[in-house]
């Protein structure tokens, strides 16, 4: 049984901020704070200071950016931004970063995204920090750099504290993507050394924001043991997670373990279901298993034209196994009109992959078929490999071949002459 990997490549980088929360009452100032701090009117002729001409300039900007107050216009809130970023206000960075990496209002500009993020990301500004990491990861705007990348990864993973646009302390949860990201650099070494506990680690705290993809690659190293105690419980609790939120991998994996897996969990009709749901993902790993329940009646009816279809499907995905079951139903006509040479295709690209029935099935064709000139030499060959792949059937048919070619019966006159000789 072979599970489905996966290795999540997440392009697509945070738009907003959205894992921060103010400490104690620390909040933005309204009207009366504003123009009556100490219960007297400051007078509006009273000219605001810098850093509120910024936070101004900042909220129109993502008024203008988000277009839910304002309507949408890039090139206003790009110079609002630039505008609040010249007047000191660190965080409108991260935007400047977004609008040039999106090129949203100006022309795509990953190094000037890169600049700004960094910027960005000296204020703590975790989202800046991954997008900082994944551009080093995948090399966007600059040569890839995984130590870098692990680097960036690491710090906007954790938890930590920053000020935000009206200079309160504020908390931020580590970004999921960040964990997931530094537990990929643990687990295939990238950036760092290897390491499965760590790379166990942060899948766990990653899963635990109920990211997918983390539980995932989470269950995975619970079935293996890989930096982490062995659980086949906590292992298809994460699967079902993933595939409960459409990741169609862990659908499949799932279904795998309730067809094949432990007799006391074992379920066909819920794995028939999970394979389904894959199957509309396209997984052909998916369709060939639907094949097999189709074929055999577990978890639903028996159906050899449905077996077929599913089997079909599957058959440019290089699943052996389906050569071999496509050979079968067009050899013996199920589900499908007899076709004895595109039985004698499937048989052949089947055995290629050293499956001995199909084997078996080639030395059958070769030595008895209608459709096929009788060769004897091909015959025998496979079945001698079908018969020490284990298909006993196949060494009673290489015995009735014995003697048959004219080499071999002069082969044997001759050795027969030189013992009578002796």
């Known amino acids: ?38 219960g007297e009117f400051v007078g509006f002729g009273h000219a605001p200071s810098i850093d509120k001409i910024a936070k101004a300039q900042f909220q129109f900007a993502q008024n203008y950016h988000r277009g839910n107050i304002l309507t949408k216009d890039y090139s206003r809130a790009l110079d609002l931004f630039q505008r609040a970023a010249n007047n000191g206000l660190t965080q409108a960075h991260f935007k400047l970063g977004l609008i040039n990496h999106y090129g949203q209002g100006k022309v795509k500009d990953l190094s000037g995204a890169y600049v700004h993020y960094k910027k960005a990301a000296r204020q703590n500004s975790p989202e800046a920090e991954f997008n900082l990491g994944l551009m080093n990861r995948y090399g966007l705007g600059r040569p890839k750099n995984m130590t870098a990348a692990y680097e960036w990864f690491n710090k906007s993973a954790e938890e930590k504290a920053g000020i935000n646009i009206h200079q309160c302390k504020v908390n931020s949860a ?29 899948y766990e705290k990653a899963a635990a924001h109920n990211m997918k993809e983390a539980q995932f690659n989470l269950a995975k190293l619970l079935l293996s043991g890989e930096g982490i105690t062995y ?27 309730l067809h094949y897996g432990p007799s006391n969990f074992q379920d066909h009709f819920a794995a028939y279901n999970w394979y389904q749901k894959a199957a509309n993902a396209e997984l052909s790993e998916a369709e060939f298993n639907l094949g097999l329940m189709n074929h055999y009646g577990r978890g639903t009816n028996q159906d050899y034209i449905a077996a ?3 089997y079909i499907k599957a058959k440019d995905a290089n699943i052996p196994e389906a050569y071999l079951n496509l050979g079968f139903l067009y050899h013996y006509g199920l589900g499908t ?52 792949n284990g298909i006993e059937e196949a ?23 030189a013992i009578n000789v002796d």
């Open 1 to 38: 049984m072979k599970f489905k990997k996966i290795t999540i490549a997440l392009s697509q980088l945070l738009l907003v901020s959205t894992l921060s929360h103010a400490d104690g009452l620390c909040k933005e100032a309204d009207f009366w704070q504003s123009w009556f701090p100490k």
């Open 174 to 202: 580590g970004v999921k993507e960040s964990q997931f990201n530094l537990a990929q650099m643990y687990h295939y070494g990238l950036g760092t050394t290897k390491n499965m506990k760590m790379a166990a680690n942060w």
């Open 231 to 257: 659980n086949f419980v906590r292992a298809m609790k994460n699967y079902q997670l993933a595939a409960d939120q459409g990741l169609a991998e862990a659908q499949l994996n799932l279904a795998q373990m």
């Open 308 to 310: 077929f279809s599913h």
């Open 337 to 388: 009109p007899i076709d004895q040479e595109k039985a004698f295709k499937y048989f052949k690209m089947a055995a290629r992959h050293d499956l001995p029935q199909a084997q078996y099935h080639l030395g059958l064709l070769y030595y008895d078929s209608k459709w096929l000139l009788q060769d004897k030499r091909q015959s025998a060959y496979w079945l001698e490999k079908a018969s020490k």
């Open 395 to 417: 060494e009673l048919l290489i015995q009735t071949l014995a003697m048959r070619e004219p080499e071999d019966t002069d082969l044997y006159i001759s050795n027969y002459e």
